[in-house]
C-alpha cells in the first residue's frame, strides 16, 4: 500500500509539471517585486505591439561567456524578448548570434552598427580586457534600428519599444524650434535631438506673418531666447494656444558671468507674456544649499597656480519632483543660475509644479556680484521648495511647461560641446513627450534606476550612526547570552525538582 501511495504520487508530481509546461508554451509570466518596476511592461510597448501589423525581427548579438553581471544582462534582454513575442501574438521574431564564433558573424554585427565594447575581467587572479559585443538590430521590411550597445543601466523596454515605434511610424508628428530671437540652434541639442528624432519631425520656425501653418506643429519650443518678442509674435502664440497648441519654454530671466564674477537680469518679454496668465518669474537667482562646484584658481608659495572646487550655491542641484509623467523617475536635475516662479493668475489656467529647489535654498535679486569665497550659512537660506518648473493648462486646453533655465539641456556647439548627465535630457524631452505624444512612451525612458547620490547627513546623525553600528552587535550578543543563560538556569532547575521525567 505504501509502494502505491508512493507511485501515485510521483506519476501526480510528474502530471502538474507537464501541465506546467504546456502553460508555459503559451503563456509567459513573472514577478517584479522591484520599487520602479522595471521588469514589467508598460501599457505603452502592450499597445505598440499588439497593433503590430508586419513581422518585426530582433537579431540579438552578444558575446558568449560573458563575466556574471553582463550575463545577467543578456537574460534580462532575453526574457524581455519572449514576453515581447508572447504579446506581439509572434509578430516580434527573435535570434541571438555570438559574433565572436567566426569573423563573418563580427563583421555582420558591425556593419549593422554593433560596435564591440572592452569591458575589464578577472580570470585566474588577473585583470584582462575582454571584447564584447552587446547590441541588437531590430528589422521591419527592408527598413532597421539598431540598439549598439544595451547599457545595463539603461531602459532595455525603452530602447527596444521605440525602435519598434520607429520602424511603424509612417507620419511623424511636427514640431517646431521657434528661431529670431537669439534662441538656442537645434544643432546644440545633440543629447536631446537623438531621442526627439525617434517619434518626431523637428523644424526650425519663425513667429511671423509667413508662416501659414503653424497650427500643423504639434508643440512650439522657446529655448532661452536673448532679444525681445513683440507684440506680433505673442498674439501668435495667444491665437496658437487658443487653438490647442502646446509651447514649451526654457527661459533664463537671469544670466551670470563668471569670468566677471556678475549676474544681471534678461528681458525678452516673454516674462510681460507669462505674468498676464499669472505666472511671475522672479527676477533673481535661486541659491541652494544642494549645489554643484565650480573650481577656483589658487597661487601657492612657489609660483604655482592650484584649482580647488567649491561649492557653488548659484549652481542648485534640483531633486525635488512633483508627482507627474514628466518628472516621474527623474533623480537629479543641474540647473545654473536659475530663478524662481510662483502663480498668481485665476481659473483660466491650471497651475502645477514640477521642479523644486530643496528645503534650504534662497533667492538674490539681480544685479549680483558672485564673492566666491563668501561663508553661506543657515540665513541665505530661509527659503524652501522654490518653483524652478511648472505647468499651465488653459481651459481651451492649450498647454504651456515652462523651466527658469534656458542651458540646463545645452550640449553646446561639436567643438565645445559637453556630455550631459541622463536627466539633464529627460527632462526636457519628457516634456515635450507629454505635450506632443500620446503613445505613453514618456513612462519608459526614466524607468531605469539613473543616479542615488548620497544622502547628506548632519554630523550628530553621522556619529550616532557610527556607535549604533558599532554596540548594536555586541548588545545583540550580550542578550542572546543572558536568555540563553536564564534558560540553561531554568532547564537545571526543573531537573532538579521532585518527580521531573525526561
Same mark, same amino acid.
Given at each position: 500500500?505504501?509502494?502505491?501511495?508512493?507511485?501515485?504520487?510521483?506519476?501526480?508530481?510528474?502530471?502538474?509539471?507537464?501541465?506546467?509546461?504546456?502553460?508555459?508554451?503559451?503563456?509567459?509570466?513573472?514577478?517584479?517585486?522591484?520599487?520602479?518596476?522595471?521588469?514589467?511592461?508598460?501599457?505603452?510597448?502592450?499597445?505598440?505591439?499588439?497593433?503590430?501589423?508586419?513581422?518585426?525581427?530582433?537579431?540579438?548579438?552578444?558575446?558568449?561567456?560573458?563575466?556574471?553581471?553582463?550575463?545577467?544582462?543578456?537574460?534580462?534582454?532575453?526574457?524581455?524578448?519572449?514576453? #515581447?513575442?508572447?504579446?506581439?501574438?509572434?509578430?516580434?521574431?527573435?535570434?541571438?548570434?555570438?559574433?565572436?564564433?567566426?569573423?563573418?558573424?563580427?563583421?555582420?554585427?558591425?556593419?549593422?552598427?554593433?560596435?564591440?565594447?572592452?569591458?575589464?575581467?578577472?580570470?585566474?587572479?588577473?585583470?584582462?580586457?575582454?571584447? *564584447?559585443?552587446?547590441?541588437?538590430?531590430?528589422?521591419? %521590411?527592408?527598413?532597421?534600428?539598431?540598439?549598439?550597445?544595451?547599457?545595463?543601466?539603461?531602459?532595455?523596454? #525603452?530602447?527596444?519599444?521605440?525602435?519598434?515605434?520607429?520602424?511603424?511610424?509612417?507620419?511623424?508628428?511636427?514640431?517646431?524650434?521657434?528661431?529670431?530671437?537669439?534662441?538656442?540652434?537645434?544643432? $546644440?541639442?545633440?543629447? *536631446?535631438?537623438?531621442?526627439?528624432? *525617434?517619434? $518626431?519631425?523637428?523644424?526650425?520656425?519663425?513667429?511671423?506673418?509667413?508662416?501659414? &501653418?503653424? $497650427?500643423?506643429?504639434?508643440?512650439?519650443? !522657446?529655448?532661452?531666447?536673448?532679444?525681445?518678442?513683440?507684440?506680433?509674435?505673442?498674439?501668435?502664440?495667444?491665437?496658437?494656444?487658443?487653438?490647442?497648441?502646446?509651447?514649451?519654454?526654457?527661459? &533664463?530671466?537671469?544670466?551670470?558671468?563668471?569670468?566677471?564674477?556678475?549676474?544681471?537680469?534678461?528681458?525678452?518679454?516673454?516674462?510681460?507674456?507669462?505674468?498676464?496668465? %499669472?505666472?511671475?518669474?522672479?527676477?533673481?537667482?535661486?541659491?541652494?544649499?544642494?549645489?554643484?562646484?565650480?573650481? *577656483?584658481?589658487?597661487?601657492?608659495?612657489?609660483?604655482?597656480?592650484?584649482?580647488?572646487?567649491?561649492?557653488?550655491?548659484?549652481?542648485?542641484?534640483?531633486?525635488?519632483?512633483?508627482?507627474?509623467?514628466?518628472?516621474?523617475?527623474?533623480?537629479?536635475?543641474?540647473?545654473?543660475?536659475?530663478?524662481?516662479?510662483?502663480?498668481?493668475?485665476?481659473?483660466?489656467y491650471t497651475f502645477t509644479p514640477l521642479a523644486f529647489s530643496s528645503k534650504h535654498a534662497g533667492v538674490e535679486k539681480s544685479p549680483v556680484y558672485f564673492n566666491i569665497n563668501k561663508h553661506w550659512g543657515p540665513n541665505d537660506f530661509k527659503d524652501k521648495n522654490l518653483i524652478v518648473a511648472g505647468l499651465l493648462v488653459g481651459k481651451n486646453k492649450g498647454r504651456i511647461i515652462v523651466i527658469t533655465n534656458g542651458d540646463f539641456a545645452i550640449n553646446g556647439s561639436s567643438r565645445t560641446a559637453r556630455r550631459l548627465q541622463p536627466d539633464n535630457v529627460n527632462l526636457m524631452?519628457?516634456? !515635450?513627450?507629454?505635450?506632443?505624444?500620446?503613445?505613453?512612451?514618456?513612462?519608459?525612458?526614466?524607468?531605469?534606476?539613473?543616479?542615488?547620490?548620497?544622502?547628506?547627513?548632519?554630523?550628530?546623525?553621522?556619529?550616532?550612526?557610527?556607535?549604533?553600528?558599532?554596540?548594536?552587535?555586541?548588545?545583540?550578543?550580550?542578550?542572546?547570552?543572558?536568555?540563553?543563560?536564564?534558560?540553561?538556569?531554568?532547564?537545571?532547575?526543573?531537573?532538579?525538582?521532585?518527580?521531573?521525567?525526561?
Amino acid at each position: 500500500m505504501k509502494k502505491n501511495s508512493y507511485n501515485t504520487s510521483v506519476l501526480l508530481l510528474v502530471g502538474i509539471l507537464l501541465v506546467v509546461a504546456v502553460i508555459s508554451e503559451n503563456y509567459f509570466f513573472r514577478l517584479d517585486l522591484t520599487k520602479g518596476k522595471i521588469y514589467s511592461l508598460s501599457n505603452a510597448t502592450k499597445g505598440i505591439l499588439k497593433n503590430l501589423k508586419e513581422p518585426v525581427t530582433v537579431t540579438a548579438y552578444f558575446t558568449k561567456n560573458l563575466p556574471p553581471d553582463l550575463a545577467k544582462v543578456k537574460q534580462n534582454f532575453k526574457d524581455m524578448l519572449i514576453e #515581447y513575442n508572447s504579446l506581439s501574438k509572434g509578430k516580434v521574431v527573435y535570434k541571438f548570434e555570438n559574433p565572436s564564433k567566426n569573423q563573418k558573424t563580427e563583421a555582420e554585427a558591425m556593419r549593422a552598427g554593433i560596435q564591440p565594447v572592452l569591458f575589464n575581467v578577472r580570470q585566474k587572479d588577473e585583470m584582462k580586457q575582454q571584447k *564584447v559585443f552587446m547590441g541588437a538590430k531590430i528589422q521591419k %521590411g527592408d527598413n532597421y534600428e539598431v540598439i549598439p550597445f544595451v547599457n545595463p543601466k539603461g531602459s532595455i523596454e #525603452y530602447d527596444l519599444s521605440t525602435a519598434i515605434k520607429k520602424l511603424s511610424v509612417k507620419n511623424k508628428p511636427l514640431i517646431g524650434f521657434v528661431e529670431g530671437q537669439g534662441e538656442t540652434p537645434i544643432k $546644440y541639442f545633440q543629447q *536631446v535631438m537623438k531621442e526627439l528624432k *525617434v517619434l $518626431y519631425n523637428v523644424k526650425p520656425l519663425r513667429l511671423n506673418d509667413s508662416i501659414k &501653418n503653424l $497650427y500643423d506643429y504639434k508643440t512650439l519650443i !522657446i529655448n532661452a531666447p536673448k532679444d525681445s518678442f513683440n507684440l506680433q509674435q505673442m498674439k501668435i502664440m495667444d491665437d496658437y494656444l487658443h487653438q490647442g497648441g502646446n509651447i514649451y519654454i526654457a527661459m &533664463n530671466r537671469v544670466e551670470g558671468n563668471l569670468r566677471r564674477l556678475t549676474g544681471n537680469a534678461v528681458n525678452t518679454g516673454l516674462e510681460t507674456w507669462l505674468s498676464k496668465k %499669472g505666472l511671475q518669474v522672479v527676477n533673481g537667482f535661486i541659491v541652494d544649499e544642494s549645489c554643484g562646484n565650480i573650481g *577656483v584658481s589658487q597661487r601657492t608659495g612657489g609660483g604655482f597656480s592650484m584649482t580647488t572646487q567649491i561649492k557653488f550655491p548659484y549652481l542648485p542641484i534640483i531633486t525635488h519632483f512633483a508627482d507627474h509623467p514628466i518628472t516621474k523617475g527623474l533623480e537629479e536635475v543641474v540647473m545654473k543660475f536659475s530663478s524662481p516662479m510662483h502663480y498668481t493668475g485665476d481659473s483660466s489656467y491650471t497651475f502645477t509644479p514640477l521642479a523644486f529647489s530643496s528645503k534650504h535654498a534662497g533667492v538674490e535679486k539681480s544685479p549680483v556680484y558672485f564673492n566666491i569665497n563668501k561663508h553661506w550659512g543657515p540665513n541665505d537660506f530661509k527659503d524652501k521648495n522654490l518653483i524652478v518648473a511648472g505647468l499651465l493648462v488653459g481651459k481651451n486646453k492649450g498647454r504651456i511647461i515652462v523651466i527658469t533655465n534656458g542651458d540646463f539641456a545645452i550640449n553646446g556647439s561639436s567643438r565645445t560641446a559637453r556630455r550631459l548627465q541622463p536627466d539633464n535630457v529627460n527632462l526636457m524631452v519628457n516634456s !515635450i513627450d507629454w505635450l506632443s505624444d500620446d503613445t505613453g512612451l514618456i513612462n519608459l525612458r526614466t524607468k531605469s534606476i539613473t543616479s542615488r547620490p548620497i544622502k547628506q547627513l548632519s554630523d550628530s546623525t553621522k556619529l550616532f550612526l557610527k556607535w549604533l553600528n558599532f554596540l548594536l552587535p555586541i548588545l545583540l550578543v550580550i542578550i542572546y547570552g543572558l536568555i540563553r543563560m536564564q534558560y540553561r538556569t531554568n532547564q537545571r532547575i526543573k531537573r532538579m525538582e521532585e518527580g521531573y521525567v525526561k
